[in-house]
């Protein structure tokens, strides 16, 4: 069993590991699925060419994290408590801030703050609901970084408090970031993650001329200590090129992937298979062929 490394500031040591190891399988690696893109991106996910009728109707996304094999379902607060009287097995994070992507970033500096207070997901854990972990993005490069750095740190403080996990997810994004698959911006993110306290730092991937993603992915690896890297999953591909990715960057040293496209964009009993093939790689140490071997024999 993965040893869990806990933070000196959780309520009940106890209570932390048992909803790490929830969270993770037991493995130390976290399969995030990712349904709060309704904000992020608004319907361009969830409906058009290429995508899955299934999909426009968000009910889709509980089915698959109901249904399917995963960590955590990240979602806001407020779309949770639509659904999640009929799905209270799910085991949920909470995103606790996000924004529409509207305003374009050679317009204005991103910023993003908590749409919630902490005693909100509390009353709704008290309700009955798994809620095991809070989500927060930090636009690094941004004009408002600070206020955001700020506002994880504090609900980071709080989620170990209350002995749940934390997600971060750390974008560069902004006029001052002119590549944000910069590698040293990558490296940079993560190691900012671990000073605010996250279990795990959701990336971009980095890219460089000339050399491999998962030597770069190492470099940032080792910048986020025993905080816990996972890589963002990305447009949907095709199902063995992602199954191929994910494992080179888990080869790497990275501890999981944060997936919403190349799942939910799919028919369900598709998704659900998926699922299945991403956590076979991220929990169950499967390569690429017996991912997709497991991918197509749950169809």
């Not at 749940?164 to 990558?186: S, T």
Request: hydrophobic residues 40%; glycine residues 10%.
């Amino acid at each position: 069993m993965y040893r869990v490394s806990v933070p000196a500031n959780v309520g009940d040591e106890k209570v932390f590991v048992e909803t790490f190891n929830k969270a993770t399988k037991s493995t130390g690696n976290l399969m995030l699925f990712a349904g709060d893109q309704k904000i992020e991106h608004l319907n361009k996910d969830f409906y058009g060419e290429g995508i899955a009728k299934d999909d426009a109707n968000p009910r889709h996304l509980f089915e698959i994290a109901s249904k399917g094999e995963i960590g955590v379902f990240a979602s806001q607060l407020g779309l949770i408590t639509r659904y999640a009287k009929e799905y209270k097995d799910v085991p949920y994070l909470v995103k606790l801030n996000s924004k529409t992507n509207l305003t374009p970033f050679e317009q204005r500096d991103p910023i993003s703050i908590a749409l919630n207070n902490f005693d909100q997901v509390l009353h709704l854990k008290a309700n009955g609901i798994n809620i095991l972990g809070i989500g927060y993005t930090v636009y690094l490069g941004s004009e408002f970084e600070h206020i955001m750095m700020r506002e994880a740190s504090e609900i980071l403080y709080e989620t170990h408090k209350n002995n749940m996990i934390g997600v971060l997810w750390m974008y560069p994004k902004g006029k001052a970031i002119k590549n944000e698959h910069d590698p040293e911006l990558i490296a940079g993110a993560a190691g900012i993650a671990a000073c605010l306290g996250a279990d795990f730092a959701k990336v971009k991937v980095p890219k460089k001329e000339g050399e491999a993603s998962e030597e770069l992915l190492k470099i940032a690896v080792e910048a986020a200590g025993n905080t816990g890297l996972i890589c963002e999953g990305g447009a949907k591909e095709g199902v063995l090129e992602f199954l191929k990715e994910l494992y080179l960057y888990k080869q790497a040293g990275v501890r999981g992937n944060g997936t919403g496209r190349n799942i939910h964009q799919r028919p369900l009993k598709e998704a659900i298979a998926m699922t299945k093939a991403i956590s076979a790689i991220t929990l169950h140490d499967k390569t690429p062929e017996e991912a997709y071997k497991i991918f197509k024999e749950s169809l």
